[in-house]
């Protein structure tokens, strides 16, 4: 019989290429990881690791076999986090977290939603970088977080995430600016002064070193005050409308699209938090809301 330790076991020498990395990585001794693997090679019929000169190699069967073991214990890791909560279903405050280019609007209905059914509850929204994000998800100091992705993300074993659509994004500058008006090359718009969220940075965004004269900015009120004075910047088109309108700022035409401007968002939650009522039914708002948006003219 296969058991779940056997396959953590492997999954740890599988991914550290060592059985001593691996007993460190699982708090096991060396011998009992070693045990644990020639238990699960003795249930399969086959080695799973070779010895070449000093030199541990998954063999054939192991690497067809790894992502499966993956998927097994992450599962597993999944449950035991959701089934362990102790989560009370009486909250008078709750914690979101947000990245810098979230369109206002879809977070500004969010938070009218939330405070229509739960009126009790004090709604702190803060604006956080993924890493800690996931950080305060996990330790349960925040219930959610809506954040930009790129590719695949999987955070941890205890957090849990929803796709919330897309919104649109465009690149801006003073009215004044000397930049352009007429479309430009992308190679000419990353000759001048780009400012840039230390959240973008964070978070790895794709267009986070598109320029040589980068000026990093953690704060928003900081950059709408820059960027009306210097530079170009990345902004959502939500967010960026009034200031267009007031003629604040301007776009900027480029020639090359920077991606497709549009940019998925994700909303990032504690597993632990499905087995409460309430901070299930937040989730379920926010969710709805972001269908909502999906709708609009920003998505």
């Known amino acids: 019989m296969i058991t779940l330790e056997q396959l953590a076991c492997f999954k740890a020498v599988y991914e550290l290429s060592s059985y001593s990395k691996a007993a460190r990585e699982t708090n096991k001794t060396r011998a009992t990881v070693r045990e644990r693997v020639k238990a699960l090679e003795d249930v399969l019929g086959f080695e799973l690791f070779e010895v070449v000169g000093k030199t541990l190699f998954a063999t054939e069967q192991a690497k067809h076999l790894y992502s499966r073991a993956d998927n ?7 449950f035991y986090s ?8 009486e909250i008078t405050s709750i914690v979101l977290h947000h990245d810098d280019l979230i369109p206002l609007c879809l977070l500004s209905d969010i938070d009218d939603a939330i405070e229509h059914e739960f009126p009790h509850i004090s709604i702190n929204w803060l604006q956080r970088d993924r890493e800690s ?3 305060d998800i996990e330790s349960g100091s925040a219930l959610f977080s809506i954040m930009p992705t790129v590719g695949k993300v999987y955070p941890s074993t205890k957090v849990g995430s929803v796709n919330l659509g897309t919104y649109q994004y465009a690149t801006y500058t003073s009215v004044k600016s000397s930049i352009p008006k ?7 718009l990353a000759t001048e002064d780009f400012l840039v969220t230390e959240n973008a940075v964070l978070n790895e965004m794709r267009y986070a070193n598109i320029s040589n004269h980068k000026h990093l900015i953690s704060n928003n009120d900081m950059l709408m005050h820059k960027i009306q004075k210097k530079g170009w910047t990345l902004l959502s088109i939500a967010n960026a409308e009034d200031y267009v309108d007031t003629g604040k700022l301007r776009t900027i035409k480029v020639k090359e699209t920077l991606g497709n401007l549009r940019q998925e968002m994700v ?13 299930s039914r937040i989730i379920d708002i926010a969710k709805q809301c972001a269908a909502n948006f999906a709708k609009g003219p920003y998505a």
Do not use: C, N, W
């Open 72 to 78: 097994l214990t992450r599962q597993a890791k999944e």
């Open 82 to 89: 959701v089934a362990l909560s102790t989560f009370s279903t």
């Open 133 to 135: 994000s996931f950080k």
């Open 182 to 188: 007429h479309p430009i090359d992308l190679i000419q």
């Open 267 to 279: 909303l990032f939650y504690g597993l632990h938090s499905e087995m409460d009522a309430a901070r």
